[in-house]
Every structure is written in structure tokens, then in C-alpha cells.
């Protein structure tokens, strides 16, 4: 019997960008959506092409970079968005437009000021115009699961005539229950005389926690599309998590009989990447990904899971990726090891790529006795997410104890032009920070500054991550080595030189 397919539309370089301190560089957004076509995304929502420049062109280079996946740009029921996304969108080999209009009561009278009756007309004519630049279209009721149903079945019937190929009924505010999600579901397609055309599509928000389940609900009463996202980053709580979606429906396949094309064993890769480009941690007791997912502490639990597997677990980490930490490189492995390691970590690196890694590894591995599958990956993503930027760190020396200030004294490479300072401070971080603000002024406040081990042990990889907001603009900078206070230091100067970027860009528009 062959089993439905469910598309997965992933929405973590628009919706998860919107998230408060989650702004990605242009590289870190081509990363993500090379990742999450690795992983078989069906749909990727690369942004919001009219919103700025900025979004327009990463749209256009997400589209150009992907091979398999749709992309997609979403884009109001206006002529001006959906001919830019039409625009941005050109070079994928599929594309798509997502145009949207509220439906509901309250944001018809407060946010649009519109009745019913233009909204349908607008519905119809932006969606027609949308099908004439795209064959592949997508079309939202926002806040659909607050809207009048007899309303909600006329805007659908008619977004479907003027060519929609996909109805998505976002649960916009996270309101909805799953029984009440799958109702609406189902009465859309008893009451809408055309809705064979489309495929129906959910977006959940996660205001009650009920992301998920009513994402899942809404699959079993017949929606055929997810939207969500990866470690379920977005706007306020959050949007669904794509990888609770997917390993629910392979691992409760008996009450979900359906199938998607998510290599599912590329989970933890993508929530480590989105993680550390966002900067937000996930949280240990986060399901599948979160440290403590697989972990067993409780005596009961321990006994069960040496006698077997499957007395506490329902699935097993290597289905979302996460290898088992066995010591499997060391200082003395050469190139050929070290290039079968990254192919079986599903990575594949150009020649320059290759050896700037290998340097990089070796370079740990004088640092660090075990090296570990986590170690290798945080290597890689590090060196693809922090290319060197205008700034950079030449030496560090951090003078601390309990007897005096702390110090540190550091040299930086600052525009081609190497300088030196020696700067005091709380604490030694504090220190360090004041150091490379005295030699690159900027008026940025520090917003989150947080450390994470990589791997367990004294000499594990630190993973710091520093936000900072300049007037609403927020950066994020992130680094790992052996030693704290130089990624420390090293994820401050990411941080500093994508504001040093965000102020070239800004002069540039405004030709200066």
C-alpha cells in the first residue's frame, strides 16, 4: 500500500529569522539551505524578498545555490511583493510564490481595514497575478483558524479559480486545539467545491504549546503540507518543530501512516548549524534534539537500557543523526582518515576547504587528547560560519586570579592594519570585551553572552556565543577552541564584524 506523501515546507530562514535575535548573514543563510536541502526539504521559504534589499538578494542566491528542494518567497497579496518575489525566485529550478491576506474579523477591521468582499477581490486578483509569474503558487489565510467559516470557504473556493495550488490555514496566534484544527480541516474540504485542486497546508504557531500536536492533527484529517521549522525557531514561542513532525510520523507510522523525504539521520546537524548561526540555545530537555533526549540517569531506566535499547527509547539516536562520542581520530591520523571521517559525517569540501579543515583539525588535535565526531562537525560549521571578516584576532594573553584585576592584552589585525591594547575588567571576558571595544569603537550593547561545552571533559571545545544590538539591529558571533576566553574573544569579533557589514551596507544604500 503506498503510504501518503506529507511535504515538508521549511520556514527557518523567514518565519525563524523573525524570531527576536535570530538575524543570519547572507552566508550563514546559504549554509542552512544547502543543509536543509541535503536534508530533502521539499519547499525552503528563503525569505521575504521585498522587505529589504538584503532579503531580496538572499532569496535570489538561495535560489541559485539549491539543486533539489522548491524555494519560495513569501509575499503579500500586493503587486509590488509579488512581482519581487516572482524576481528573486528565477534562478531555482522550482520555485515558488507564497502570497498571504488576513481573513479573520480582527485583523480585516485593525490591521487591513478591509471588508470581506475586497479581501476576496484582492484574493483573487494577486493570487491570478501571482499564477501568471509562477505556475507553482501558494496561498495563505492568515489567521485562519479565527476566521468566520462560511468566509474562510468563499476565500479559498476563490483563491483555488485563480490559481492556487496550495491553501495553507495558519494557526497564525497559536490558538487553536488539535480537535478543533482537524475540524477545520475537514470542513474545508466537505464545504469547498474545488479543493481537489490544491494541496492543503498548515502552519502552527506555538503559544500554547500545541504546535505540533495540531500540525499532526490537521495531517490526519487530510492537509498534505507542514510549515515549520528547524528546533521550532519563531516569532514569539516559536513555530513547529520540523524535527518532532518528522520523527513522529516515522516513528508512530502505525497511527500516521505517512511518509516524507527527510533523511531523517541529518536532524542533529541541522539543529546544531541553526543553533549556533542563531544563537539560541536548545534546551536539554528539548525532544529529539536536546542534550538529554538519549540520556538515562534514573537506576530503573539505566537497567532497562543495558538489558535493551527499546525498554526507554522509541527510537535510536542514529536515526536523527547523533553518532555515539568513540574516540576515532587523534593527532596522528592523516589526510586520507580524516577525509573517509567527513564523508561518513555527510560532509563534502573542495580541495581549499579540505585543507584549511585538516589544518584545523590537526591544530585541535595538538590541543585536545579525544577527538570526537561532535568535535570535527563543530570545526566545520565553525570555519563556514565565521569566514575571516574585517577584524581579527593576531594574539590574546588574559592575566586572572583572586589577587588582582583581571587584564588582557591582545593584538588585532583591524582593516590590513595590526594594533595592540591592554585593557582591565570585571572579570576576564569582561576584560577582553573592553579590549577590542577600545580598538573598534562601536556603540552596540552586549545582549547574551553564553558558554557551552561541545563534548564532555576539561579539554572539551568551549562554544561561545555572543549577541549584540546596535539600535534593534542584532548580531550574532559565535566560536569554539579549547580554551574559553580566545572563543571568547573570537565570537566577539564575529559578532563585531557583521556590524562592521550591516554599517557598510547601510552606507551603501544611502551612497556614502
Not at 535575535?21 to 543563510?29: Q, R, Y
Not at 509575499?75 to 515558488?96: H, L, M, Q
Not at 593576531?394 to 589577587?403: A, I, K, T
Request: proline share 2%.
Amino acid at each position: 500500500m503506498t503510504k501518503d506523501k506529507i511535504k515538508i515546507f521549511d520556514t527557518t530562514l523567514r518565519d525563524g529569522e523573525q524570531s527576536p535575535g535570530a538575524t543570519m548573514n547572507m552566508d550563514e543563510k546559504i549554509l542552512i539551505a544547502e543543509t536543509l536541502d541535503k536534508m530533502g526539504v521539499d519547499i525552503i521559504e528563503a525569505g521575504f524578498a521585498i522587505a529589504s534589499k538584503g532579503d531580496f538578494e538572499a532569496v535570489n542566491r538561495v535560489a541559485k545555490k539549491v539543486k533539489n528542494s522548491t524555494v519560495c518567497s513569501l509575499a503579500r497579496t500586493v503587486k509590488a511583493d509579488i512581482e519581487a518575489a516572482a524576481d528573486a525566485i528565477k534562478p531555482a529550478a522550482s520555485g515558488r510564490i507564497h502570497t498571504f491576506i488576513s481573513t479573520s474579523p480582527i485583523h480585516m477591521k485593525h490591521k487591513l481595514q478591509m471588508d470581506e468582499e475586497q479581501v476576496i477581490e484582492r484574493t483573487r486578483d494577486m493570487v491570478s497575478l501571482a499564477r501568471n509569474l509562477c505556475e507553482d503558487v501558494e496561498w495563505s489565510a492568515e489567521d485562519a483558524t479565527r476566521t468566520d467559516h462560511d468566509f474562510l470557504c468563499k476565500t479559498v473556493e476563490t483563491a483555488i479559480d485563480a490559481g492556487a495550488t496550495t491553501i495553507n490555514l495558519p494557526d497564525t496566534v497559536g490558538y487553536t486545539t488539535p480537535l478543533e484544527y482537524a475540524a477545520l480541516i475537514e470542513m474545508i474540504k466537505n464545504r469547498v467545491p474545488n479543493v481537489d485542486k490544491a494541496i492543503l497546508s498548515v502552519h502552527c504557531h506555538n503559544d500554547l504549546g500545541l504546535a505540533v500536536a495540531n500540525s499532526l492533527a490537521a495531517v490526519s484529517a487530510g492537509a498534505r503540507q507542514v510549515e515549520c521549522t528547524i528546533n521550532g525557531l519563531g516569532e514569539r514561542a516559536g513555530n513547529a518543530a520540523m524535527e518532532e513532525i518528522v520523527m513522529a510520523i516515522k516513528t508512530r507510522n502505525d497511527t500516521l501512516p505517512f511518509e516524507t523525504n527527510i533523511d531523517t539521520t541529518q536532524i542533529m546537524r541541522a539543529s546544531k548549524l541553526v543553533s549556533t548561526v542563531t544563537g539560541f540555545v536548545v534546551q536539554n530537555n528539548k525532544a529529539i534534539v536536546g542534550a538529554n533526549a538519549f540520556a538515562h540517569e534514573s537506576g530503573v531506566h539505566q537497567d532497562g537500557m543495558l538489558k535493551n535499547s527499546a525498554t526507554y527509547e522509541i527510537m535510536t539516536p542514529e536515526s536523527v543523526g547523533l553518532n555515539k562520542s568513540t574516540l576515532v581520530m587523534g593527532k596522528h591520523s592523516g589526510r586520507h582518515a580524516f577525509k573517509n571521517k567527513l564523508e561518513e559525517l555527510g560532509f563534502e569540501l573542495g580541495d581549499n576547504a579540505f585543507e584549511d579543515a585538516f589544518d584545523s583539525f590537526k591544530n585541535l588535535a595538538d590541543k585536545k587528547k579525544e577527538i570526537y565526531d561532535e568535535d570535527i562537525i563543530a570545526l566545520i560549521d565553525n570555519s563556514a560560519i565565521n569566514n575571516k571578516g574585517l577584524v581579527e584576532l593576531l594574539s590574546l594573553q588574559v592575566n586572572c586570579g583572586s589577587v588582582e584585576s583581571p587584564k588582557a592584552d591582545m593584538e588585532l589585525k583591524i582593516d590590513g592594519e595590526t594594533k595592540q591594547v591592554g585593557t582591565t575588567g570585571d572579570g576576564p571576558v569582561d576584560a577582553i570585551f573592553n579590549g577590542i571595544k577600545k580598538l573598534v569603537t562601536h556603540d552596540a550593547k552586549l545582549e547574551l553572552y553564553q558558554v557551552h561545552a561541545v563534548t564532555g571533559g576539561t579539554d572539551a571545545q568551549a562554544e561561545v556565543t555572543v549577541r549584540l544590538d546596535k539600535g534593534g539591529k542584532i548580531v550574532s558571533g559565535n566560536s569554539r577552541d579549547t580554551d574559553t576566553l580566545v572563543a571568547s574573544a573570537q565570537a566577539y569579533i564575529a559578532a563585531v564584524n557583521k556590524l562592521k557589514k550591516l554599517d557598510e551596507n547601510a552606507n551603501k544604500e544611502h551612497g556614502v
